[in-house]
């Protein structure tokens, strides 16, 4: 599995906005796990998005998709920054059992 850990930070007063372009971008993509976004409680801009794979191949592929690249056009306006990217290797986890 690959799995892909983020805080993406919105134009100030944006943030509930670029949640719902992220959230409608998400359904049909092939390989994707878990997709989930967060609100960080301690920072009214920022938004943690947590993100597992059935591989680092489909997370690529998933980028040339026309519902991923219309939620890429929508919300590129509304994003300030990024604050944090990591990579990750998940093992398994509530929801996962199947995938390992």
């Given at each position: 599995m690959y799995g892909l850990i983020g805080k993406m930070r919105a134009v100030p007063g944006q943030r509930d906005a670029l949640i719902s372009i992220l959230l409608?971008?998400?359904s049909g993509?092939?390989?994707?796990?878990s997709y989930v976004v967060?609100?960080?409680p301690a920072d009214p801009d920022a938004i943690w998005i947590t993100e597992?794979?059935?591989s680092q191949a489909s997370h690529k592929a998933s980028l040339s998709l026309?519902?991923?690249q219309a939620a890429i056009a929508q919300g590129k306006p509304l994003i300030a920054g990024f604050d944090q990217h990591t990579e990750t290797s998940?093992?398994?986890g509530h929801g996962l059992a199947g995938a390992a």
């Open positions: 409608d971008g998400v993509m092939p390989g994707c796990l967060a609100q960080d597992v794979w059935d026309a519902s991923v998940p093992v398994g």
